[in-house]
């Protein structure tokens, strides 16, 4: 029987690290692999495809064939569509003649499995053995949704890369699924292929001065800040980054962010003495590194920053991520666990202090926190850390309600548990702030 595996992918990234992990031999031999692409944007209409993005004909040579998710479920958009349970036989007939499938032992390779596009391919071939293969941060964070068990326990393996060594990801633990790495040399090697044909490109990388290189994020979109806030945490990079003596900057501004932020950097700019180049060009990070070279890498929780550490060995430094951890609500954020690492990783950009935190205990408690249902075996190592760890500065990653729901240590004295709900004490707080206020 032919075997053909299929490999999901929405953004560059995820191709190059399956691009990475096929060349690396992380997939048996198959008769044929796949790519399937999917565009997840808000309007994919008006949105540039995958295959048609700089770099992606210099990956495209791992594949037999490409096919769209988009094309294929049209006009239905792919992170709001799932097969209803009784027509998943009519679709995976209807694919495997559209596809040219045949009667193919299939095999997938799925991203984001907690979520469609993923859930929908994988109901869809519900024979076919399930890698999940992960590229951020949120690998290290427990699974954001109930997974059905059909899905769960057809998962061999979470593939990642060794963005943090010797941590081991909480995603599917729930079901016992292994973690296993992408070789780092590889996708390291990988980006060099797209870094050597990327020939349009910007800022010149004469070497002439150390680079900065700010990586800007859109958080507002995902209301976890305010557009203000949001261009002023770029703004706070910007100087924090000239305050270290930089005077050549580049902003890789995130593709959705708009442009009047940009505007705003090249101003303040102006006003610091310093040179800023702003990239036009949707590259990846890891390209800007092979080209660049920088000598410093500034952002708040992007992957990025990992991969600049880690497999780049450049320094980096955060900004913001106290901020973000007061503000990403509910507890359950999946953006927590990338906010937490960074944090608690990789040291601040401005001035202050930045004690070393025991990571491998502290995420474990964060994941429990997080999704306790889900992963009631982290009960105990939650405790032993909230016991032995909890003081001025740990205290960020979590939040004293949320330790009192999960009767955590660090939780409200029982005796004083009413307060929080109590209209009259909340009345009687607003009143004296009041008064407080009024009287400076």
Known sequence: MRTTQIFAASTLYGVATLAAAIDSGCFPPADRRLLLISNNAPAPEISPALDTMP????????????????????????????????D???????????????????????????????????QIFPDAPLTVYADGLMTYGPTRNKLDPLIGTRVRRVLHLDLVPDLTPLLLGEFGVP?????????????GELAAAEAEFGPDSDGSEPVALLLGQYLSALSILTPAQEEELHLRMLRGAAARGHGRIVFKPHPSAPPAWSRELAREAESLGVQLTVLERPLLAEVLYERLSPALVVGCFSTA????????????????????????????????????IADAL????????????????LLPAVGYAMQPELRPD?????????????????????????????????AIPSQLGFIPRNATVRRVARRVRGVVRRGA
């Open 55 to 86: 770099g992606f004909a210099q990956l495209r040579g791992r594949f037999d064939g490409v096919l769209s998710w988009n094309d294929t479920i049209a006009p239905f958009h792919p992170g709001g569509w799932s097969p209803r349970p009784d």
């Open 88 to 122: 998943v036989p009519l679709w995976e007939r209807q694919l495997r003649v559209l596809w040219n499938l045949s009667d193919d032992r299939i095999e997938l390779a799925l991203e984001s499995i907690q979520v469609n596009p993923a859930q929908a391919v994988a």
């Open 179 to 191: 973690s296993e790495t992408v070789p780092t040399a590889a996708f390291v090697k990988t980006v």
């Open 305 to 340: 920053l990992l991969t600049a550490s880690t497999f780049y060995g450049i320094p980096v430094a955060r900004v913001g991520t106290e901020l973000l951890l007061d503000r990403l609500a509910p507890y359950q954020n999946s953006n927590r666990v990338p906010v937490t």
């Open 346 to 361: 990789l040291p601040p950009l401005e001035p202050g202090p930045a004690p070393e935190v025991d990571l491998a205990g």
């Open 378 to 410: 982290l009960r105990d190592a939650a405790e032993r850390y909230l016991a032995g760890s909890l003081d001025a500065h740990t205290w960020r990653y979590f939040k004293r309600r949320r330790l009192t729901a999960l009767g955590l240590p660090g």
